[in-house]
């Protein structure tokens, strides 16, 4: 073999080598399953196939749990990791899985939402493949997904994403984004199809409130809020006053734009009956000057570059060395879901909720959103489920 | 498969041998043999489907 | 112990507990709230969302109330109902008002001001920082004129603040100093700003700890 022939080999070697191990890494995140326990409340798992048949099969099909009360009430839909970048989202919604015991209505729970997305990753940002929550059992492991569906899962990219049906031009990473895609249409892109399917949810379990989890950049306005449609403002306004002045954090109000098409607070309003709430936690993670995107940054929100923009006034949340913990995120999104049901229930007392076991603000704070997940390995093998 | 996907294969597969065979037509830089090998990597995952 | 000893303890007890009541009220402290009537405009002074928080207040409190972002003097003269006026783009307007209490046309007795300055709530009613302050002070040479009680309401804390001669201190400098009643949270007053205007011009002022204490206050208010 002539010299030019053998760097031809190695080089194919070592490109096939760098190729295996780095594929290797992103096929068994794709392919990670994290356990979810279904908790006492937990009445019937399905799938949003169920909903809409043209999900069956399709990378985006997801887990849908209900709980149902003895006694029949008012409905809520939770919505999380519609971004699994944001994953307070899944965290406080297995919280609630398996935990909550509905005494009145019923909870129906979506904890992987957008599921192409969090199989999905953002090499460019070096985001990390996964996360793990301490518990008493030991940790628990999590896939950190992307924004955005995988274009593995939908695919191609238009050049604009022409929002369905009021056609506004939109970027075309929107098209997989499955805040925008609202409120889909059974044909459209796989991501329309996603929304479509929970809003027959919607229609056909007549969910009176519907809450989109999520959590935002500290410098960016729409932080550490509840955002609500005029339909929900009241609702949202005393919720978040509420929360305020008897649990001592802030969750402002931020109305949802009429001009603004796709997201889950404008559609879920316009074209269904229930009440949207879309609830933001400050994540630093997702702000752009930090410091490495670590797994350690994720959980405990502390950057040095933020302390000094928020000396410099430039961020939209009190910030400190401090930090903007896991445990505080997950804590406010408990407190406000509770506090939304509460003030709903006080408001339509025929269609009350009533659900208990379920931490508020400071006991999450105090004992850690890992202190209410369950082992998998002392749990019934029924009663777990793949995400 | 809509029209447009087998396009685009068609063009991964075009664009595959046009590098296949610059690779090898290559005769001494080893910078170029190195981006033709870089380049051919998402067409190779795209044509064989690895998800 | 006779009766008359045990009437003159009771009596005593009753007094030092309502005075202990009255300083260690909770959430609450400044003046004595003072009692206003229906009907009741509330609006805004600045165009910030914070009107709507105490719409909804007002609402939790069971106040009946009749509500315009951007009204002017010649429409509060119209009384409850505000000239059948329909709301439209940058221009809102409720009736809640019982109507059987006080028809359409019944003066108003109490103005509710939530100041707070939105440039964008501003721009979307068409109105300059200029133009609000000027139609602001039509409204309060109206109130003046024809007793109408003012309460100036600052609920958005520290975010509704800004350094003298800001868009926000100057909504807070065209209302309150002409206000009967002022309302504030402990951190819309942390620089001591509304108390130092109480004191100078008399005006009562309750500060409170959280928005969600103007149920109470505005129970007592409109007893």
Known sequence: MSREWKIKAVLVIITAAVMAIGGFQLYSHRHYMTPIIAGPGVTKATKLSEFFKGLKGTKADTNVFFLEGKEEGGKILIIANTHSNEPAAILTALVFLENAVVDKGTLIIIPQFNNSGGRNTKPGDGYPLYFEIPTEWGNKKFRMGNRNASPLDQWPDPDVYIHYPDRQLLSYLDVRNTNRTWPGRPNGPLMEQVTYGAMQIMRQEKVDIAIDIHGAETMFPVTNCIVAPEKAMRIATMTSLTVKAREGFDNHVEPSPQGFRGLSHREIGDYSDALPFLLEAPTPFLDQPTGPKSVDFLLDGKDPFLVKLSKKRKLFVPYDETGWPMDKRVGQHCSVILEIIRQYSKKFPNKQLKIRNIPRYAEVVKNGVGHYFHNPNETDKKDIYYN | MPVIMITYYVICVYLIGMLVWNFIREKKSVNDMILYLTVLIPLILRVFRIK | MNIKNLKKWLGSFIFIGGLLFIFFS??????????????????????????????????????????????????????????????????????????????????????????????????????????????????????????????????????????????????????????????????????????????????????????????????????
Do not use: W
């Not at chain 3, 719409?55 to 009204?71: G, Q, W």
């Not at chain 3, 221009?91 to 109507?99: A, G, K, P, T």
């Open chain 3, 26 to 223: 909770p959430g609450m402290a400044g003046t004595e709230i003072p009692k206003t009537k229906l009907p009741v405009l509330i609006t805004s002074a600045g165009q910030s969302p914070d009107v709507m928080t105490i719409n909804i207040v007002a609402e939790e409190a069971e106040i009946k109330y009749d509500y315009c972002d951007v009204p002017t003097a010649e429409l509060l003269g119209a009384g409850v109902g505000l000239a059948d006026k329909e709301p439209g783009p940058g221009f809102h307007v409720e009736i809640n008002s019982d109507l059987d209490k006080f028809p359409k046309g019944t003066p108003y007795k109490t103005i509710i001001f939530a100041i707070g300055a939105s440039l964008k709530g501003m721009g979307a009613s068409g109105l300059t920082v200029e133009s609000e302050i000027s139609r602001l002070k039509e409204l309060i040479d109206y109130c003046k004129k024809n007793n109408i009680f003012i309460i100036a309401a600052h609920v958005g804390g520290t975010s509704k603040r800004g350094a003298p001669g800001s868009d926000n201190e100057r909504m807070i400098d065209t209302v309150v100093p002409f206000s009967d009643y002022i309302i504030v949270t402990k951190d819309s007053d942390n620089d001591g700003r509304f108390s130092k205007i109480a004191e100078e011009k008399g005006i009562p002022l309750t500060q409170i700890d959280y928005a969600l204490d103007l149920v109470d206050i505005f129970k007592q208010i409109f007893q």
